[in-house]
């Protein structure tokens, strides 16, 4: 049987409401990324333009279709109508020229009120209290340092919060390992590319303690979908306390000394660094501090030890094309390599 038309209008509009019924829900409860819930300086100037865009071309809808509604209904055809071809009327110098100027003036309000938006978060000055943050995009994952405070982390950004009082804005100096990236958190800003040799800026001043999701926004590969981003905004202290466990050298536990071997013979070390102790690579993201992350492999999965057990078994599991080779590590070389990096606090 086919579906007749009337049937899938019905069908689309249900999946409409379903949709904007299902963000909203989403929205407040805060897991998924948008624009609609600004909450640092860039985010609410981004926000508030869109909403005088919306007014705009909402106010076009609204004359449009009223006009449109209007002749259909005074026009149309009656029985009264004489037969043959209504008048037919060519030109009117009049009108061409308002519906040539009207929409000429509506694009420069427009053109105009974005650029001083694009300008005003971009010659933002920076202030003398900054955080720096280096952001390097890499296939299918981040790397953030802290030149400052000699960190280097990866996948989940922790910032300080920003306020009236205490401002803390972090300004991030992004950059590119290979492709192209974009780094995106719709609620604290807009998007700006990683681009390889080449350094883009933007700034955030969060305003809310709290957890920020984002993502690449930027097509970069097979697992672009799964280079999720977290972004803690931390109180002062915890932002304190969370900077000085990162920079610790990797704890040292003699017990997990065996797992420790594998990851230093299973070239594991060739891809990860681990601060304080042999493992200096840089292909992968750093591990010094792994068990302070919530999640695995750029937001692909909890960090629990099953799944780092399973990551490490075969990484196509979780993020099919991630550029980590699974090694053939025997169960007992993965129960000692998980339990070494399960230290890793
Ligand atoms: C050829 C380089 C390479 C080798 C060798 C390698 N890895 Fe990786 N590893 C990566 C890359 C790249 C990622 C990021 C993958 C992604 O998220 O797309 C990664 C991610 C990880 C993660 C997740 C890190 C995080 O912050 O979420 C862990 C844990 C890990 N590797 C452990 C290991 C262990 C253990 C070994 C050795 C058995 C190993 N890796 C060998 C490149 C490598
Ligand atoms: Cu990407």
């Known amino acids: 049987m086919q579906t007749s038309r009337s049937q899938r209008l019905m069908y689309r509009a249900i999946a409409v409401t379903w949709l904007l019924l299902a963000s909203t829900t989403m929205i407040a409860q805060g897991t998924t990324p948008s624009t609609l819930a600004p909450a640092s300086t860039p985010a609410h100037q981004i926000f508030d333009l869109s909403l005088f865009v919306i007014a705009i071309t909402g106010g076009i809808f609204v004359v449009v279709g009223g006009l449109i509604a209007m002749?259909?209904?005074?026009?149309?055809?009656?029985?009264?109508?004489?037969?043959?071809?209504?008048?037919?009327?060519?030109?009117?110098t009049q009108i061409e020229l308002a519906w040539t100027v009207i929409p000429i003036l509506i694009v420069v309000v427009l053109f105009l009120t974005t650029a001083r938006i694009i300008f005003a978060i971009q010659d933002?000055?920076?202030?003398?209290?900054?955080?720096?943050?280096?952001?390097?995009?890499?296939?299918?994952?981040?790397?953030?340092?802290?030149?400052?405070?000699?960190?280097?982390?990866a996948n989940e950004l922790h910032i300080p919060v920003s306020s009236k009082t205490a401002p803390a804005a972090t300004f991030l100096k992004l950059t590119s390992a290979d492709v192209n990236h974009s780094f995106w958190i719709p609620q604290l800003g807009g998007k700006t590319d990683l681009i390889a040799n080449h350094v883009n800026t933007m700034w955030l001043d969060p305003e809310k303690p709290g957890l920020y999701v984002g993502q690449c926004a930027q097509f970069?590969?097979?697992?672009?979908?799964?280079?999720?981003?977290?972004?803690?905004?931390?109180?002062?202290?915890?932002?304190?306390?969370?900077?000085k466990n990162q920079q610790l050298p990797a704890l040292e536990d003699s017990a997990v000394e065996a797992g420790r071997m594998v990851f230093e013979k299973q070239a594991c070390m060739n891809c990860h660094t681990v601060s304080g102790t042999a493992a200096t690579g840089r292909f992968g993201p750093d591990l010094t501090h792994l068990m302070s992350r919530a999640t695995l492999a750029s937001g692909a999965m909890d960090n629990t030890p099953a799944n780092l057990r399973q990551w490490i078994k075969s990484p196509n599991s979780f993020k099919h094309g991630a550029?980590?080779?699974?090694?053939?590590?025997?169960?007992?070389?993965l129960d000692r390599v998980t339990a070494y990096l399960e230290t890793l606090k």
């Open 124 to 153: 933002a000055p920076k202030p003398k209290s900054a955080l720096d943050v280096t952001v390097i995009g890499h296939q299918f994952w981040w790397e953030f340092r802290y030149p400052k405070y000699g960190v280097v982390s």
């Open 323 to 333: 550029l980590m080779p699974a090694m053939q590590l025997s169960d007992e070389q």
């Open 71 to 92: 002749a259909l209904y005074r026009f149309r055809a009656r029985k009264s109508d004489p037969l043959g071809e209504p008048a037919q009327i060519y030109g009117s």
């Open 220 to 243: 970069c590969g097979s697992q672009h979908a799964m280079m999720l981003l977290r972004v803690y905004v931390d109180t002062p202290e915890q932002f304190d306390t969370w900077i």
